[in-house]
């Protein structure tokens, strides 16, 4: 199916969303109409109808885009490490919670593309990066749970062929399964998986980070609103960090914390284990997050 090539004003985007720098708002493809569900099941944008055609300008303009984030990411990370300099244009992490909501509109931009050969190699070096960068900051559980939960949805989709929450089909696999993951793909998601698990048991093991309500420093979770109908791939990802209140009491903060610890990936986890044969694939990890 062909898709639409067609030029969208630049005087008039559509209200709502957030246009990256030096993106023109024509030249990113437009999405499917949304499904409610999707979007507030799995705090997803809803993909576009059909896959980006393989060396079109569309794609090369999520490349680059996809691209020029992660690199913008990793700068910011580094300088986390570095005495800040005020006249830096570009300025350290304060907190994991300011990365994952970077990391978050990148992943929104991914899954938007509808495209599996864009989708699977860019998801599997957030999640392979993600384990450095978590690592490098105080536990924030409510914004990193929130990102894994997201990227659980998204390999386990991919996995399955269509969205786990909403059953509808994902662009790439009207044939079936072979735009997917290859075997090595799988063998590598789940190393990277298996070693997110042991290593988010160590860092949740620190002291928690103060987290305000707006997300400065750490966040209870990433909200993606529900795409417009008719908006650019890059309005419709200006995701809002909505903070919310947790319970006060220890006791119930540190059962939700070994739930959260014990789900991260589950759904990926078991997907792989029935086609690697492992019998399941959920490993058993301690729980020492006192």
């Known amino acids: 199916m062909a898709e639409n090539e067609g030029p969208v004003s630049l005087t008039a985007p559509a209200p709502g969303g957030f246009v990256p720098p030096a993106i023109p708002s024509n030249s990113l493809p437009s ?10 099941v799995s705090n997803l944008p809803h993909p576009r109808r059909t896959s980006l055609r393989p ?22 990370y580094v300088k986390h490490f570095a005495i800040p300099d005020p006249s830096d244009e570009v300025a350290g992490y304060k907190s994991m919670a300011e990365l994952c909501k970077d990391l978050d509109d990148v992943i929104n931009i991914i899954w938007l593309s509808g495209t599996p050969s864009l989708q699977i190699p860019y998801l599997l070096n957030i999640a392979s990066e993600f384990t450095t960068w978590l690592e490098g900051f105080p536990p924030s559980p409510p914004a990193t749970f929130s990102l894994l939960r997201k990227l659980d949805h998204c390999f386990a989709s991919l996995l399955f062929g269509y969205d786990i929450d909403t059953k509808e089909t994902l662009p790439g696999f009207e044939n079936g399964l072979r735009a997917g993951l290859s075997r090595t793909d799988m063998v590598r998601c789940k190393s990277v998986i298996e070693r997110t698990r042991v290593l988010v048991v160590e860092v949740m093991s620190k002291e928690a980070a103060d987290e305000d309500q707006n997300g400065d420093i750490g966040g209870p979770g990433i909200q993606t ?3 417009d109908d008719d908006t650019d791939l890059e309005t419709e990802v200006d995701a809002q960090h909505d903070m919310n209140d947790f319970d006060d009491g220890d006791d119930d903060e540190d059962e939700l914390l070994h739930m959260d610890v014990a789900k991260v990936y589950e759904n990926t986890l078991v997907k792989l284990g029935d086609i690697l044969g492992d019998g399941g694939g959920v490993t058993t990890i301690p729980m020492s997050v006192d």
Request: net charge positive.
């Open 225 to 227: 609103p529900k795409p």
């Open 31 to 40: 999405p499917a109409p949304s499904s409610a569900s999707a979007a507030a």
């Open 55 to 76: 060396g079109s300008i569309k794609e090369d303009k999520v490349r680059n885009y996809v691209s020029d984030k992660m690199l913008h990411i990793s700068r910011r």
